[in-house]
């Protein structure tokens, strides 16, 4: 085996490591924020993780954030409050820096 072989087997498993770390920081991400809204929206603490979860699985509906910004912006509007796009996507990314920080401690 080449030392062009051993960099090229190095990057590739440097790469399949990021790409699980992110989807992880992603998943945790989408938790704390299905957290927040759910304290935002006055829920119990066991409706509140059950809330988290239903948010984690409504990113798995299409490619992107998407469908977790409409999730959590329907159930705003369901609830009567009123939360503006910016807070909710300005929220998405303070808790997206704190599950890559989360993730990165752990490994």
Sequence with gaps: MTTFDDREKGFESKFALDQQ???K???RRNKLLGLWAADKMG???ESAEQY???VVRADFEQPGEE?????IAGDFKGAGL???EGEIRSKMD???SVAREQIRTES
């Design 43 to 45: 829920l119990s603490a």
């Design 67 to 71: 469908d977790v910004f409409r999730k």
């Design 52 to 54: 988290a979860a239903a």
């Design 25 to 27: 920081a992603v998943a």
């Design 82 to 84: 009123t939360v503006s």
């Design 94 to 96: 303070e808790l997206a």
């Design 21 to 23: 770390q992110e989807f």
